[in-house]
């Protein structure tokens, strides 16, 4: 198949996914466009949920496998949408659209390489597409319930935008609920023990903490108090509990438990970590994809955003079209070129690699 027959494949399907409301946990619509879209082709798919995967046509379980991954949910609509966003509209070169940039663009140009791939027979790898759900909410009905229906992936790409640039590191993200503890009293007779007050002496010793390990990729490890409240409704009574939330970005040198021991000797609130799922990641610099994409010319930095990758167990390289800057933003959208570019890029990345 020619890579003009990939390009114009890859943008009417992207038109068609971006006129299919997709929001987080409602992708059952696109999941059905993506696997219409293979079927058409002949190619074998499977459905897990709302996510939808396929494996090359030579595929040899003896052979390593290198995962082509990217999501089509999306957030909902910026209030500042000035157009239709579910009507896909092209204007100066440009695909306007709910999701064209985060990550339409992505997932069609992984795709399209994927087609590229499908019938060769000279590959030292089997290539795995996957079309993700939930990936904006960290859903557990999305990347993960497929994992292991995929078979052994030895390493993969994850189709975010960047430019098509490589983001090898990744921060970790844990959301903390913490609870101080104090008594309940009348305010005017200076009674009991403030919760308010011993929260926020351990919101200054946040404030404060600084971590010893500090990456090249992704600067140092941060903990920002993002919520506060309590239940009172009264003026007058001392609280006697003080809840808050703790935002906390780890760079890849430490773990979750690191930092939620290092937490324990410095607050004097409970606190629980809503989940420990997120977690930071990195990619060698030796590794074969991370090389292939500096013959390219292709530069690399560590990604202060999450995404899927950060819940596979396996080394995977960040990388797509379209610019992290444009997502979530009103009047989203995606440069036709860089869906055209990001192929021709991604296909002379995995040549590199997998013939």
Not at 226 to 253: A, S, Y
């Amino acid at each position: 198949m020619s890579h003009n027959k990939l390009f114009n494949d890859a943008v009417t399907l992207l038109k068609e996914l971006i006129a299919t409301p997709s929001f987080s946990k409602e992708e059952n619509e696109t999941a059905e466009i993506l696997c219409q879209f293979l079927e058409d082709r002949n190619i074998p798919f499977r459905r897990i949920g709302n996510n939808v995967y396929s494996k090359n046509k030579h595929y040899d379980e003896s052979k390593p496998s290198v995962l082509l991954n990217s999501h089509h949910d999306t957030v909902k609509p910026n209030k500042g949408y000035t157009i239709d966003p579910f009507t896909p509209i092209v204007e100066d070169g440009k695909l306007f659209g709910l999701g064209s940039n985060d990550a339409g663009g992505c997932l069609v140009s992984l795709l399209a390489t994927y087609l590229h791939y499908y019938e060769a027979d000279n590959l030292t790898h089997n290539v795995v597409f996957a079309a993700s759900a939930e990936e904006e909410i960290s859903g557990v009905n999305g990347i993960e319930l497929v994992l292991h229906h995929l078979g052994k992936i030895d390493f993969g790409i994850v189709g975010e935008p960047t430019q098509m640039n490589m983001a090898v590191a990744e921060r970790g993200l844990m959301v903390v609920d913490c609870t101080a503890e104090g008594r309940a009293g009348h305010a005017a007779r200076n009674e009991g023990e403030n919760a308010l007050y011993k929260a926020l002496d351990d919101i200054q010793q946040i404030r404060t903490l600084k971590f010893d390990k500090v990456s090249e990729l992704l600067g140092d490890t941060r903990i920002t108090a993002t919520v506060i409240g309590t239940d009172n409704q009264q003026h007058n009574v001392v609280p006697p509990l003080c809840k808050f939330v703790l935002d906390v970005r780890v760079n890849e040198l430490y773990t979750f438990e690191e930092i939620l021991d290092i937490m324990k000797d410095n607050l004097k609130s409970k606190f629980k970590p809503r989940s420990t799922r997120m977690r930071s990641t990195s990619i060698a610099m030796e590794h074969p994809l991370v090389q292939a994409g500096l013959s390219l010319n292709r530069s690399y930095y560590g990604s202060p955003t999450t995404s899927d990758k950060a819940l596979m167990p396996f080394s995977t390289l960040k990388m797509g079209p379209g610019d992290s800057a444009r997502s979530h933003t009103a009047n989203e959208y995606i440069y036709l070129s860089e869906i055209e570019n990001g192929i021709d890029l991604y296909i002379r990345l995995l040549d590199k690699v997998i013939l």
